[in-house]
């Protein structure tokens, strides 16, 4: 049995505007995952972690503040930071969310190894929430396999549930 002229010209069209129109989709997918992916993944990893700071700048042991924690005291505190990608000016941030909070509420402070002292984090009230961002103030350059631990210590005021977070994100 012969298919007709215009039926095998009907198919061969509809095959070749379908290979066009998945290529297009396809070479559209890598230059979006190519240069504009990188906008929407962080520049590092972070993540809490236990750090020790007796000896540091004269200072002792104290407990590692927990993701919540609900009492009153002083607390030590890892932000562990892991580079993903390069970026230069890679903001790291800590916030401090609970209910009323206000920059009266807790001091924190960062060790910086340079100096061998520890130098105060400045917050920003944003309602229930303190934000802060570690480091120099354009951000630090993270690479692949940057590996930095801030090292802070927390003088909490605050009685009642309050949670620490930590992130990276592009300046």
Same mark, same amino acid.
């Given at each position: 049995?012969?298919?007709?002229? +215009?039926?095998?010209?009907? =198919?061969?069209?509809?095959?070749?505007?379908?290979?066009?129109?998945?290529?297009?989709?396809?070479? &559209?997918?890598?230059?979006?995952?190519?240069?504009?992916?990188?906008?929407?993944?962080?520049?590092?990893?972070? #993540?809490?972690?236990?750090?020790? #700071?007796?000896?540091?700048?004269?200072? #002792?042991?104290?407990?590692? %503040?927990?993701?919540?924690?609900?009492?009153?005291?002083?607390? /030590?505190?890892? %932000?562990? %930071?892991?580079?993903?990608? @390069?970026?230069?000016?890679? =903001?790291?941030? =800590? @916030?401090?969310?609970?209910?009323?909070?206000?920059?009266?509420?807790?001091?924190?402070?960062?060790?910086?190894? &340079?100096?061998?002292?520890?130098?105060?984090? #400045?917050?920003? /009230?944003?309602? /229930?929430?303190?934000?802060?961002?570690?480091?120099?103030?354009?951000?630090?350059?993270?690479?692949?396999?940057?590996?930095?631990?801030?090292?802070?210590?927390?003088? @909490? +005021?605050?009685?009642?549930?309050?949670?620490?977070? &930590?992130?990276?994100?592009?300046?």
């Amino acid at each position: 049995m012969r298919v007709p002229g +215009n039926i095998r010209s009907s =198919l061969l069209a509809i095959a070749i505007v379908a290979v066009v129109v998945s290529t297009a989709y396809m070479a &559209a997918g890598a230059l979006y995952e190519g240069p504009f992916m990188d906008m929407y993944t962080p520049p590092a990893r972070v #993540t809490l972690i236990e750090v020790e #700071t007796a000896g540091l700048g004269g200072t #002792t042991e104290h407990p590692h %503040v927990p993701s919540v924690w609900a009492s009153l005291g002083i607390y /030590d505190l890892g %932000v562990r %930071v892991v580079g993903l990608r @390069s970026e230069e000016g890679a =903001l790291i941030k =800590l @916030s401090l969310t609970h209910a009323g909070i206000s920059v009266e509420d807790v001091d924190v402070y960062y060790y910086d190894p &340079a100096s061998s002292n520890w130098r105060g984090i #400045t917050f920003q /009230d944003k309602g /229930d929430v303190l934000v802060a961002t570690l480091g120099e103030r354009g951000g630090v350059r993270t690479y692949p396999g940057y590996d930095y631990t801030f090292r802070l210590i927390i003088f @909490s +005021n605050i009685d009642g549930p309050c949670q620490v977070q &930590a992130w990276a994100e592009s300046d």
